[in-house]
């Protein structure tokens, strides 16, 4: 049975998450210039929030009736596509659903020999670009530098902080609870972790960070980016790469309050999405898996089973309750 979740209305903060249907509609035949395509894993992602909601963004939000903007890796089962053939190993916005038919050329054909398929969803796709170019080319760390990570145990901050790391720069971690700070110092081997829902954020930055912060890696916004702002050092960089903290109500987001320190300290903040780097995906890649196979960084998954979690998944962003990339087996 084919299975698909369709948006019902836009998310607004009356609505909160309670905008998905499950549906089974049959896929329609495949036309020219169309594939379609079985998909085994699809990413769930905070970005979802914002496709979800009628507002100006990087892209123009799914509409209500439509199949929930996902991506997602499958195999090509039937192709009327000149690039792509039965067989093939396709990534790119699939949908939130277990298989479709969509345009061959809005895909990227990648070889499943090199790594497994669920990889091309985290630490080898679009995950690990956010974090590698964010932190590479925006925040740019070097030894003697501090360097901080907010999510460090997600999905993108995992990856930062370990490129991070892997440049020789210090790196302190801030994540919720006891397990995921473990994680932060035990396995990723970060030089600090911060836990922000047991103890004070002042108090951790001030313990962890005694000389300042060099480079910010801003996934939360809210309280945390104001709190390091304080300690942003001279010339120092804020990479804003999300504010996952402000996502819930648009009407009451909280912007920076200590933004003045960016004047005092020369200091800079600087956003970005993965559509500034698509020319240069190549690159992020063969970093990325060069530095996995030496040894040199984790790609960490949460894995939910069946299409039928993706609503209870999308929540888990928003509590914590992911450990790494959050990711949906769909068969
Ligand atoms: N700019 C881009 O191109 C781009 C691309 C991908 C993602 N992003 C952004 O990057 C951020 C991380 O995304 P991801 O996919 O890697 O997700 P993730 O980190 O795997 O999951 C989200 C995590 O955010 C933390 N969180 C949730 N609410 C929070 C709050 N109120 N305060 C502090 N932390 C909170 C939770 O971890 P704890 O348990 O530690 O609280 C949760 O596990 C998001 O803001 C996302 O929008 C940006």
Avoid at 59 to 81: D, H, L
Avoid at 242 to 247: E, H, K, P, V
Avoid at 274 to 300: C, S, V, W
């Amino acid at each position: 049975m084919t299975s698909q979740y369709r948006m019902t209305r836009f998310r607004t903060a009356e609505t909160g998450n309670d905008i998905f249907e499950l549906t089974h509609d049959d896929p329609p035949p495949v036309q020219d210039g169309e594939v379609l395509v079985r998909f085994d894993w699809i990413s769930v992602d905070p970005a979802m929030s914002g496709w979800t909601t009628n507002k100006r963004s990087y892209m123009p939000p799914v509409k209500p009736g439509q199949i929930m903007r996902a991506f997602g890796i499958g195999e090509v089962t039937e192709s009327k596509f000149d690039g792509l053939q039965v067989g093939d190993w396709v990534t790119g916005f699939t949908g939130m659903q277990t298989e479709g038919v969509l345009r061959g050329k809005h895909f990227r054909k990648v070889d499943v020999s090199l790594a497994p398929p669920n990889h091309f969803l985290s630490g080898l796709g679009m995950t690990g670009y956010t974090g590698y170019f964010g932190m590479m080319d925006i925040g740019q760390p070097k030894p003697g530098k501090t360097v901080v990570v907010s999510a460090a145990a997600g999905a993108v901050g995992t990856i930062a902080s370990q490129m991070a790391r892997n440049s020789g720069a210090r790196v302190i971690g801030i994540a919720g609870g006891p397990t995921k700070c473990a994680f932060l110092t035990d396995e990723l081997k970060l030089d600090g972790a911060i836990d922000y829902k047991n103890e004070s954020i002042k108090d951790g930055l001030d313990r962890e960070c005694p000389d300042g912060i060099d480079v910010y890696f801003d996934n939360v916004g809210g309280e945390i980016l104001d709190a390091v702002l304080a300690r942003i050092n001279y010339k120092g960089t804020i990479v804003v790469c999300g504010a996952i903290s402000q996502y819930a109500d648009w009407h009451t987001q909280q912007g920076p309050k200590n933004y003045m320190q960016l004047i005092a300290q020369s200091a800079k903040m600087q956003g970005f999405t993965m559509k500034d780097y698509m020319h240069r995906i190549p690159e992020a890649f063969t970093a990325l898996l060069t530095a996995q196979k030496r040894g040199d960084l984790i790609f960490r998954e949460h894995i939910v089973e069946g299409i039928e979690s993706f609503p209870e998944a999308f929540e888990m962003l928003f509590s914590g309750g992911n450990h790494g990339k959050l990711l949906i087996k769909v068969r």
